[in-house]
């Protein structure tokens, strides 16, 4: 009975978010202890270039974590976390046993309703130009701070349009470095055939930018420089951004993995509890990632009363329901019993394929342009 629930909450777990939808999580059943399954993570999915102390792969973590919590609520369970590892390691061969979850009894009610979770999107969609009520915003605000955070935010047009400005700089200066252009472009699924297939990464039909503008600015991003093409390609971008009448940034504890998880605890519920509000998120992550571009962000909101440094910075608003980003399906998620045999398996599914070289990218964007 106990792996039936786990399969039903494992159902809504999948939809968490991740960053660049790597999904880098791994379940694996207990016959032995039914009422507890062993979280691990994929070091293949991680993302050491941007990010080398996985500090965002474990907010992803605790995102998950609070959202199967969420997904138990009806059923009249709680998860309990007990991690076994405390670090991220990219280095590592094979799936590695990160924690262990198990079913409690809920002894809170949960405000939260489980339909939120296959409700939620990450919206890279112009918004449509209402600014998010004082209300909203407040109750976001204590959301974050009973976990220690502080959220804070604007509805000034000029620090809307200077956010947007920062995160287009950045995202250009990434894409000239190498380590991060790589490192990104290999999630990157420049048609709908290769997302659907491949079912994560950044699908540029997701991303509202054109699969051949994608692949130019990873493999000849030097076209940029050409006098005009940086203008042009910069104006596509920014259009995304439309509409944007709302703009957030989050301080808090974020110096070890513990803070990491907590923090991935509270993202759960402020992302949700927008849902719930019809409210939409785009978080910049290049800009925290990026440490010219995250200075330049502290210097910009300084606050002398702020506790602890910014960790997060996104946009939030209304607008057209955005395309809804694949996921992997739950059977490539499951290790069975028998590990060594499992592991194989693994390797030999679309789970754990190489990322596409650039002969195989350049063929995916030459499909892509000629359909």
């Known amino acids: 009975m106990s792996k039936k629930i786990w399969r039903e909450l494992l159902e809504y777990g999948r939809w968490a978010p991740s960053p660049h939808n790597t999904q880098p999580w791994l379940f694996k059943f207990d016959d032995n202890n039914p009422e507890s399954i062993t979280l691990l993570y994929d070091p293949k999915r991680l993302i050491p270039g941007t990010n080398p102390t996985g500090s965002f792969m474990q907010v992803g973590f605790g995102i998950l974590n609070e959202t199967l919590s969420i997904a138990a609520a ?41 339909q939120l979770i296959l409700d939620r999107r990450t919206s890279r969609l112009p918004y449509n130009g209402q600014p998010i009520q004082l209300e909203l915003l407040q109750e976001l605000a204590a959301i974050a701070k009973e976990y220690n955070h502080l959220f804070e935010f604007s509805n000034d047009k000029a620090e809307v349009n200077w956010v947007v400005r920062l995160n287009a700089n950045t995202m250009f200066a990434d894409m000239r470095e190498v380590v991060a252009r790589n490192e990104v472009g290999s999630w990157m699924r420049f048609s709908r055939e290769s997302a659907e297939k491949k079912a994560d990464g950044l699908a540029a039909y997701a991303m509202q930018i054109p699969g051949v503008v994608m692949w130019l600015f990873v493999h000849a991003n030097w076209i940029f420089n050409i006098p005009g093409v940086y203008q042009l390609v910069r104006w596509i971008y920014e259009r995304t951004m439309q509409g944007t009448a709302t703009v957030a940034w989050i301080s808090g504890p974020f110096d070890k993995p513990t803070d990491w998880e907590k923090a991935g605890h509270m993202m759960a519920r402020i992302w949700l509890t927008m849902t719930k509000y019809g409210v939409y998120l785009h978080p910049f992550g290049s800009v925290i990632t990026n440490h010219e571009a995250h200075k330049e962000m502290d210097a910009h909101f300084k606050n002398d009363s702020r506790e602890h440094d910014l960790w997060m910075l996104v946009r939030l608003g209304y607008g057209d329901t955005p395309p809804q980003a694949q996921r992997l399906p739950l059977e490539q998620m499951i290790i069975e019993e028998k590990p060594e045999m499992n592991q194989q398996a693994h390797q030999r599914s679309f789970f754990h394929t190489k990322h596409p070289d650039s002969s195989e990218q350049q063929q995916e964007v030459f499909n892509y342009s000629c359909s």
């Open 74 to 114: 009806p059923l009249g369970f709680d998860i309990e976390v007990q991690y076994k590892v405390d670090q991220l390691d990219a280095n590592k061969i094979g799936p590695q046993p990160l924690a262990r979850l198990t079913l409690i009894p809920r002894k809170k009610e949960e405000k939260l309703n489980r």
